[in-house]
């Protein structure tokens, strides 16, 4: 005879375990075991034995631990013992606690001690070590017990537990918050906003607009879970300002000191020294911006997951547009001297991150705008950034050009001006005649894992169809999930966002729930491992062009086809994002293991490893050119709308600037987002400077200093694009990453590309 276990076990019967357990509810009534307890504890086991033997031999099925509580709780409670009855239905109840308590109380403990390797390792731009990180950690992992027990299906639960999806952030899951914004700063810099219940009138010079705008930044990052991202377009009204304030001080100076007459106040040497003065508070409000973002701390232990866009046609005149250049051009200069570190030594920063549009008067060597393209090449040969935007290809697949939120998740176009539907934000600047992006925001992700159902097919095409339908459809209904945890939040939550502008200029006790449809919000369905999930069903890579890259394109597009069917259905603007896994690349592959064995990726293409390919990108182990790459994989970001991003990887390219201008001239051609992998590394130990060697000993992956053989990640900094974004490995990140940087090829081999015209 067997007994079923909680989760799902058959053991062998022992009826000692049932004498034991009542006896334990009679000590604890009576203190002391005597003969009646003894007596009464073998007759409900012997009791117990004769039913399981029954139900065994009858029905062949086997009691469950909670039958057989039950069984135990009806004897005692028909004995003259019901005291030990309700004794014993105590102690049922304690041990459920403790069930479903312990695991979340043994890991708050191990993030406390710093004994947990997941957390040691989740995120690469947050230090496990800081008491803000450990704090937000032990919120998390409460935050996701309530979420686990309470709030989200059992069946999403089972199937993120076992890799066949990935519901992000469950951490944040508990409370009323979303993913990723686009700051509507034009708004609150030029209409005023409150912040900590102060109001902030709208800046009387730029280098004001640039503290007010961290001080924005900061509460924004600490009041949702996601990146969130700025236009530099939004600060460069206020340098004409400064210029003005600037030119009427120099006049009166010059006046008084009867070097000028008042009426020659547009002399050159009024228009030098105002624009001297003008150049060095320019200076000085990029550098608050940087090291602001640098420096702050939220709530979730790291800086603000901030992207900076710089699209000069966002200018709204000729004289703004002269002004942003100057800003674009200053950013680009103080990001490629980069920021020191606590030895002096200048580093590369994360954040942040910065988004530079490629457009005709800046693509080509007679472009007005040239000049800065050229500087924007040079910073990113050094500083991995800026990424680029093309605004001819963004053009044609989105009708507009507007930033992504954080690292990758687009918004879907405008929808909403267009059906009339008008200014559902209350946003002050919001103008009828042109489509809306700033203001709004992302209501989560979850991610289906595209090899966990290839896999799970057998290579069976007609079940992998079934199988791609079944598992979208669970990630629809997670999805509805977040949309419906998001409902019924009231602006309160949140002023900065929902009633001082950042988002919307909603009224206090006021619902978001119109945010949440007509495309106002989007709301993403990830995937990841198209590569792997490619090559196990057809054999072929996805950049096969035939049969590998076709199939790879139709699971792309039946993906496609379930967002938009969801969104006509519900009008929610579901999109398909390319997600950027971190750790779960890892969690993923670790399970993938799990269930389909050890030898799995051997079987899939003969390269074992412990992480799977993110989104539609090419494998990082697959060789192939830089101009070969970008253009397969143009085809699959075209079906990737609600986020994606390609890159190369490149050696050092700082002696050959040319040919990276030659790259980013083929972006602008070809694909709509694309960023350049170079390493910017440096070792605290021996003053190394140059790229910090990642080697395995005993298959375990460990950042060496080529020079003195440093192993500690804290003594060092490491620059390294981890999935999009930079991530500066103050954790060394998790083995699967690792695997990931390990594996990476050149895309762009620098001896061969000096003085390339291709």
């Not at 990723?180 to 810099?189: A, G, I, P, R, T």
């Not at 954080?406 to 539907?421: A, M, N, V």
């Not at 309160?492 to 206090?508: C, F, H, N, S, T």
């Not at 040919?659 to 001239?665: M, R, Y």
Request: charge should be negative; glycine fraction near 6%.
């Amino acid at each position: 005879m067997t007994v079923r276990k909680r989760d799902g076990r058959n053991v062998k019967f022992d009826k000692e375990k049932i004498k034991i357990a009542v006896l334990k509810a009679f000590l604890d009534v009576d203190g002391e075991e005597t003969p009646y307890a003894k007596e009464k504890a073998r007759d409900i086991a012997n009791y117990i034995e004769t039913l399981s033997k029954n139900l065994d031999e009858t029905f062949n099925e086997n009691m469950d631990v909670e039958e057989i509580q039950d069984e135990i709780v009806n004897k005692l409670m028909s004995s003259c013992r019901k005291d030990v009855a309700t004794k014993y239905v105590e102690y049922r109840y304690k041990r459920k606690l403790v069930r479903e308590s312990n695991t979340t109380d043994k890991t708050i403990l191990e993030i406390i001690e710093g004994d947990n390797d997941y957390w040691s390792s989740e995120n690469s731009n947050k230090n496990p070590r800081l008491n803000t990180t450990v704090r937000d950690y032990m919120a998390g992992e409460t935050s996701t017990d309530i979420s686990r027990r309470l709030l989200l299906p059992k069946d999403v639960i089972d199937a993120h537990d076992a890799g066949i999806i990935h519901f992000h952030d469950i951490d944040y899951f508990a409370q009323h918050e979303h993913n990723c914004d686009l700051v509507n700063l034009e708004d609150m810099l030029q209409n005023n906003t409150v912040i900590s219940e102060v109001l902030i009138e709208s800046p009387h010079s730029f280098s004001t607009a640039c503290t007010v705008a961290t001080q924005i930044i900061a509460q924004v990052a600490s009041s949702q879970y996601g990146g969130q991202s700025v236009s530099l377009a939004h600060l460069a009204p206020f340098v004409d300002i400064s210029r003005k304030a600037i030119q009427k001080e120099v006049v009166k100076e010059l006046y008084e000191n009867g070097l000028i007459s008042e009426k020659n106040a547009n002399l050159p040497e009024v228009e030098n020294i105002t624009a001297k003065r003008l150049g060095k508070e320019i200076k000085a409000g990029i550098q608050t911006i940087q090291y602001q973002v640098v420096t702050l701390m939220t709530t979730n232990g790291q800086a603000p997951f901030l992207t900076l866009f710089m699209y000069l046609n966002e200018a709204r005149n000729e004289q703004e547009k002269e002004d942003l250049a100057l800003l674009i051009e200053e950013v680009l200069k103080q990001r490629y001297q980069g920021v020191k570190n606590e030895s002096g030594t200048w580093i590369s920063p994360a954040f942040p991150k910065i988004i530079y549009v490629l457009q005709k008067d800046n693509i080509n060597d007679d472009g007005k705008f040239w000049y800065l393209t050229k500087l924007a090449a040079k910073c990113s040969s050094k500083r991995l950034v800026p990424d680029y935007i093309s605004e001819k290809v963004m053009l044609e697949l989105k009708g507009d050009v507007y930033t992504c939120m954080g690292c990758r998740s687009f918004l879907t176009p405008d929808r909403f001006t267009d059906k009339g539907i008008g200014n559902i934000a209350n946003s002050k600047n919001y103008n009828p005649d042109k489509h809306k992006y700033y203001g709004r925001f992302n209501q989560g992700v979850v991610t289906i894992n595209l090899v966990d159902v290839a896999l799970s097919s057998g290579g069976d095409f007609n079940k992998f169809w079934d199988l791609l339908e079944e598992r979208s459809e669970l990630c629809h209904k997670a999805l509805r999930c977040r949309h419906e945890r998001l409902k019924g939040t009231t602006s309160d939550v949140a002023p900065i966002l929902w009633q001082y502008g950042a988002l919307a200029r909603l009224e206090k006790g006021e619902t978001i729930d119109r945010l949440l449809y007509n495309g106002y919000s989007t709301i993403s369905l990830g995937y990841a491992g198209l590569y792997e999930c490619v090559k196990y069903m057809t054999g072929h890579s996805h950049s096969d062009e035939g049969i590998g890259e076709e199939f790879g394109l139709s699971v792309m597009q039946v993906l496609n086809d379930k967002c938009n069917q969801w969104k006509t259905n519900e009008n929610i603007d579901y999109s398909l994002y390319g997600t950027p896994l971190e750790s779960t690349t890892y969690k993923f592959a670790r399970l993938l293991k799990a269930r389909f064995g050890e030898d799995v990726f051997i079987r899939i293409d003969n390269h074992d490893r412990n992480y799977i390919t993110n989104s539609y990108h090419i494998p990082v182990f697959e060789e192939i050119d830089a101009f070969e790459k970008l253009r397969i994989e143009a085809k699959f970001q075209r079906l990737s709308p609600g986020g994606a991003i390609s890159y190369i990887e490149t050696p050092n390219m700082n002696d050959n600037i040319d040919a990276v201008l030659e790259v980013i001239k083929y972006i602008y051609e070809n694909i709509m987002y694309a960023e350049l992998n170079t390493k910017s590394d440096y070792c605290q130990v021996c003053g190394y400077d140059g790229e910090i060697s990642l080697i395995d000993e005993d298959n375990k992956l460990l950042w060496e200093c080529p020079k003195c053989h440093n192993r500690d990640p804290r003594t060092m900094n490491i620059t390294r694009r981890t999935c999009g974004y930079i991530g500066t490995g103050t954790n060394g990140w998790n083995q699967g990453r690792l695997g990931d940087i390990h594996d990476r090829v050149l895309h762009l081999d620098n001896i061969e590309c000096k003085g390339c015209d291709s």
